[in-house]
């Protein structure tokens, strides 16, 4: 399991909060959220902390043409979010490089702060063929990439 | 409301039914399946309904460049589906024009053949930039186009 | 179709505007916000118009024990939403009685208002038994009630 | 992470093989199935797993009031599932106690048998409360339990 990067980089953002409202929807017949709907606000947070640092992963996709397809993926489920629920999900980055990106999560639920899942997806940096390729110069600072 | 074609077109399909089980995650916390997963179904079963006339809507997709955009859907909601229900879609051609297309479907529970549902959806014949255009020849006999 | 009520009840809300930010877990491989993810849309925005005209939603079905089952749904699909556009769902009460409410809605994408779709849904009072019930006398002047 | 179980336990149903064919909804902009979907098709494997070995899922939290939640969950994707490909997903119990079960998960594409993910989730006996429990006495041979 990755680690948080412990190199000296002091202009990488630590980390960035998003927030969300649980939806009916992600509800199911337990009364609470189906598990996988955990990795679609993975997905939230690591959308806003592109913005955070400063680009929108949107624009990157369209005008780079690099994608961050998803190797790996893994959750634990503490607590479990129900509907209604305003869910925090921390983003940061544990590690990259010009191949590979891994973020970390945690999701806590606002108001009483309860840590309800934590997580990590590992993201390959591909074209828009889906084949490997190196991150782009100009993100190189914002993810802190260590080469 | 699109009503069934009363063309004299005897070639064409009356309907097809496509089969499937109620997955955990499409219940909601009501203990039922959540309304928007009929969409999905419905999906499920026009993509059916394309193989039983012969041919593969992602070959028509892919090679022809042609999408069946989405232009309008309803949903009548009878009886709710439950997980682990095996469910019948009931697909049908309501109306087929070389610009647009319209499903017809019945959502039966199987066993007792309870109706769960009701609905139809109405296509625009689009190119992959999404803009408007005709359906190619080869495919007006399998849908019943009336010009 | 219902249509706007035209009764003369000054107090109803005339309509709330929630707003959300497309996720990339609701395009599909067309490259826009797959169809029933619309309907997704519009149970935020009832949620949020139950809020704002002084209640959750959450607390009437936990406390009062009753749901508003989904008896039918429509929508017009005007103009795809496309990952990252903010969404404003402006939501209103077409129709209220005592057994049945139907909402619609209007999407738009912020920035340039560009009408994305149109829509409603009916839905029938019920216990958590799924059986049709009488909304509590406490919501009839929030939904504005016609008996 | 969970290892296979070793114990000698001849009567354990080594893997089940469930199929599901992609839906166009489970596929993203990227054209390719959005990540959080295998963890639904993990649901689908594991559900007919049970069946397999002689129960049904939904009768076990009805009749017995249990619930499998989700306190892990891990997925390497290896290769991306594409709207209608048939997949293939073999689930095995990994690791089973009264109190846990680990289900493993590999998944093939039907046709060239190329392995598309391989992951695990692991669950802990719940009670409708959501509250830990004991697997019941009837379902330990079934599942293989190690005290």
């Known amino acids: 399991m990755p680690h948080r990067k412990t190199a000296a980089e002091p202009d990488v953002l630590p980390f960035h909060e998003a927030r969300l409202r649980v939806r009916y929807a992600e509800t199911d017949q337990m009364g609470v959220v189906y598990y996988s709907n955990y ?18 992963y949107r624009d990157m996709e369209r005008d780079d043409h690099v994608v961050l397809a998803v190797a790996e993926c893994h959750c634990r489920y503490l607590y479990p979010a129900r ?10 980055v544990q590690e990259a490089t010009t191949r590979t990106i891994t973020f970390g999560y945690e999701m806590r639920r606002a108001g009483d702060d309860r840590v309800l899942a934590k997580g990590y997806s590992k993201h ?13 110069q100009k993100y190189h600072a914002l993810f802190g990439v260590v080469r």
């Open 39 to 56: 990795l679609v606000w993975m997905e939230v947070g690591r959308v806003e902390y592109c913005k955070a640092v400063g680009f929108n």
């Open 83 to 92: 509907f209604e629920d305003e869910v925090i999900i921390r983003t940061s």
């Open 124 to 136: 390959v940096l591909c074209g828009t063929n889906l084949r490997p390729t190196r991150l782009p």
